[in-house]
């Protein structure tokens, strides 16, 4: 029975029929997918530190909204992908307190500092270009929550790339020490922004199973040579140099080469030891200490307006 019920449930993904919370689906198909969306719902809750770190520290009052309005943007996509999340039996206090004792991963960006305000531009540019790079693919994934929440995502995904490119541009437009701080946040973020894609698809053991359920769309590094492609033209267009002398167009293939990636790195920022790993959990242990007066009000008024109606009822 099982067997048929496998095959009948790929018959539909082949089909791209979506998968909805009450279909019988394979339990590996719903732990990835509890995996990979709690982890994407934790990327985008630790991504609003770094940026946040800037809200008081804009440079004008329009650049502060914008940025307000980014970060605002940030928080409720963790809550429609921990919403999603949850339909698929995940309880969300487990899935955060998976984060906080570091059983559960978020992206490796998120774990590099933001020293100047030229690094706000270069991770809209980068950073968010990257994410809309890999998540258009993920409105064709194969679970229907999922990819329903992610048109929202990536429209809003495209106002932050061109949030960040513009302020980029205005630096690399501006003076010679304006420019000078563009580049240096291109320097520190090109690498990391490539390490996000994930590791190599020779060494990431879930992709292929993850291609054949259409959970995912693309390789790691099939999306991590389109984001390349797509971005060295914009940065030749600012006048900023992509930091990798190796880069080059390959005219026979119709793409970028370009240098090689630090891996070690990648994994050493992984496992918990980049520069900023520790104090990014520890912020967001502190911001669930913290507001935990608010959920408990929150669902005690939850709990009186259910026994009303129920009266009612």
Known sequence: MSEELEQLFQEKIDQDIKIEPKDWMPERYRKTLIRQMSQHAHSEIVGMLPEGNWITRAPSLRRKVALLAKVQDEAGHGLYLYSAVETL??????????????KAKYSSIF?????????????????????????????????????????????????HQRQG???????????????????EALNRWWWPSLMMFGPPDDE?????????????????DQLRQEFIDMTVPQAEYLGLTI???????????????????????????????????????????????NGEWVREAANAHAEKKRQQENKVA
Not at 89 to 102: F, K, P, V
Request: net charge negative; glycine share 8%; with cysteine.
């Open 165 to 183: 490119y513009e302020i980029t541009m205005t630096l690399a437009k501006g003076s010679p020490e304006q420019k000078e701080m563009a580049q």
């Open 204 to 220: 990431s053991p879930n992709t292929a199973q993850s291609i054949r359920w259409r959970v995912k769309r693309h390789t790691n």
């Open 111 to 159: 774990n590099y500092p933001t020293i100047s305000w030229a690094d706000i531009g270069a991770i809209g540019w980068l950073v968010d270009g990257a994410a809309i790079v890999n998540q258009v693919a993920l409105q064709r994934t194969s679970y229907g929550p999922y990819a329903r929440a992610m048109i929202r995502i990536c429209k809003e995904e495209s106002f």
């Open 243 to 289: 930091p990798d002398p190796d880069l080059k167009w390959n005219e026979e293939k119709g793409m970028y080469d370009f240098g090689e990636i630090d891996w070690e790195e990648f994994w050493h920022v992984v496992k918990g030891n980049g520069p900023c790993n520790k104090d990014r959990i520890k912020a967001r242990k502190a911001a669930k200490d």
């Open 89 to 102: 039996g995940a309880d969300r206090e487990d899935t955060i307190d998976d984060l906080h004792t570091g």
